[in-house]
């Protein structure tokens, strides 16, 4: 894995998140959550009062879930699955393109996060980001002269860059069909796929 961003100008470059879009981070926090005597409730797009207590029904304190959450990296961010036909798309990619990972996953657990990469084989950029994903897209999106193309799950990330970087591609990836029930209408996104086979097709068609 290399942590280093070395980015040719002269090949588009892919900026792709990582949970839920290569790793099947919701399947993972479920069997998580089920052993520790929680469940996810899947009855809104978001992580506050939708974990719940298996004991008595009710959603945990808002305030226990940034613990959870890390205490769910700590065990998972090294071993979390591959999601289907992720890292064959992205080895196909790598050949014609740059390849950059932009996760938010918590620093401390990066280190993690790129064994994992790497005990999957998988060596791409990684840079482990907080917050709205945009500043770093436009940093990145100065580095090469050709298109520029951003996948993520989360609809105010896709906003995020659509509306402060105008010229990046931004592709909403979803294939959890759990989640898909349950997540608002993603309007800023130029391309919304829930395959890897399909994000393929949409940039070989754009470079």
């Known amino acids: ?12 470059l892919l900026i792709s998140d990582a949970d839920e879009v290569i790793f099947e981070f919701m399947k993972s926090f479920e069997k998580y959550l089920l052993s520790n005597n929680m469940y ?38 090294i071993k979390m699955p591959l999601i289907k036909g992720a890292k064959i798309a ?11 990972i932009l996760s ?29 994903k945009n ?3 436009l940093e990145l999106q100065k580095l090469t002269n050709k298109k520029v193309f951003f996948i993520d799950d989360l609809p105010n990330q896709i906003s995020a860059v659509s509306n402060y970087c105008k010229n990046i591609i ?16 993603v309007k800023d996104s130029d391309y919304n796929v829930n395959n890897w086979g399909s994000i393929l097709k949409i940039i070989h068609n754009n470079i």
């Not at 931004?170 to 209408?185: C, S, Y």
Request: a positive charge; charged letters at 20%.
């Open 90 to 100: 992205l080895e196909e990619l790598s050949k014609v393109m740059n390849v950059v």
């Open 40 to 77: 996810f409730s899947y009855k809104s797009f978001k992580l506050n009062g939708n974990i719940h207590k298996k004991k008595t029904n009710n959603p945990v304190d808002s305030t226990s879930i940034p613990i959870i959450i890390s205490d769910f990296f700590q065990e998972y961010a």
């Open 170 to 185: 931004t592709i909403h990836f979803l294939q959890n069909k759990k989640l898909l029930k349950i997540i608002p209408e």
């Open 104 to 132: 938010n996953i918590p620093q401390k657990f990066a280190s993690d996060r790129i064994q994992c990469f790497k005990d999957n084989n998988m060596h791409y950029a990684f840079i482990s980001n907080e917050g709205p």
């Open 1 to 12: 894995m290399n942590t280093s961003i070395n980015i040719n100008p002269n090949l588009p």
């Open 135 to 137: 500043i770093k897209c």
